[in-house]
């Protein structure tokens, strides 16, 4: 069974890039989650839900202008993909969102495939480049 991935990135071109590099490795890719959509205080739940996603790739940008609370409110598995935010925002975003992994922006792409499953079979992933 192929475990079930939703990306959710301010920028779309990183978007597509992470998306080819999940097809056909056992993941399901959702369609690239648009934030262009969501209008301000528009709960991305309903986007969400309908695909059921294992785990959700976000950024930085993504998960405080547009999730609010979502991903602990409904038991998320969230990973945040580290495009340079800094260790303060990182550990704040670890705190206060319920984050179950996040990804250097430097990571291989084995590492992040790693990192996707694990998360999916309900354990966290946290690279420690940028967080020590």
Known sequence: M????????S??????????????ADFEVADVFKTSELKTG??????????????ILVDFITLYNEFGDVGQAHGMRLILLDTGCGKD?????VTDKGLKGVLAGNSTPIRLKKAISSV???GVWFSKTGLV
Do not use: C, H, Q, W
Not at 2 to 9: D, S
């Open 11 to 24: 920028n779309m071109i990183y978007s597509a890039g992470v998306k080819k590099l999940l097809e056909g």
């Open 120 to 122: 999916a079979r309900g």
């Open 2 to 9: 192929n475990t079930k991935v939703m990306l959710a990135f």
């Open 89 to 93: 925002n990182i550990t704040s975003a």
């Open 42 to 55: 528009t709960n991305p739940y309903s986007m969400i839900k309908s695909f059921e996603p294992d785990v």
